[in-house]
């Protein structure tokens, strides 16, 4: 019964937080969305180099279900160090391996990968705006391929 009462609250908990970052996607132009989107691609592609199978989060999730609470607690440590571009960067994947893990989050992270698409065309230039301002080359490869998970047809 403690289960199903914590499940509960961490489901209301994860439902608002998604909530609240799909509002914040919304309310950034498309060139801001490139670079929360060339930011979360560079994250997962450190996550595969450290042997995350970022690729299938659906496998991952069964592999690893405990995963999302260590990403999430990454997400904070970069809040804290005042790094809120990474930590924005890498709530997508939290959200993302949530949604994977509880069906009754996939339309909130559907909503996040359909505001971060608007961003796609935008990354390139992104990657060399954070080259510029601070000397540190995102690693955008890959940076067209969303999860299956939450890709919608066009």
Do not use: C
């Amino acid at each position: 019964m403690f289960g199903k009462m914590t499940r509960g609250w961490a489901r209301k908990r994860y439902v608002k937080e998604a909530k609240e970052l799909v509002d914040h996607l919304q309310e950034l132009d498309d060139e801001s969305i490139g670079l929360v989107l060339a930011i979360a691609v560079h994250h997962r592609n450190i996550l595969i180099s450290e042997g995350a199978a970022m690729r299938d989060l659906t496998q991952l999730v069964k592999d690893a279900p405990m995963y999302q609470h260590d990403v999430a607690k990454a997400v904070g440590i970069l809040a804290r160090k005042k790094r809120l571009h990474d930590a924005l960067g890498l709530q997508v994947w939290v959200h993302s391996l949530r949604a994977v893990a509880d069906p009754s989050l996939y339309t909130q992270a559907v909503q996040v990968w359909r505001e971060l698409k608007r961003g796609q065309p935008h990354i390139a230039k992104a990657r060399n705006l954070v080259k510029k301002e601070t000397s540190f080359e995102l690693d955008i490869s890959m940076a067209n391929e969303m999860p299956s998970e939450f890709a919608e047809e066009d």
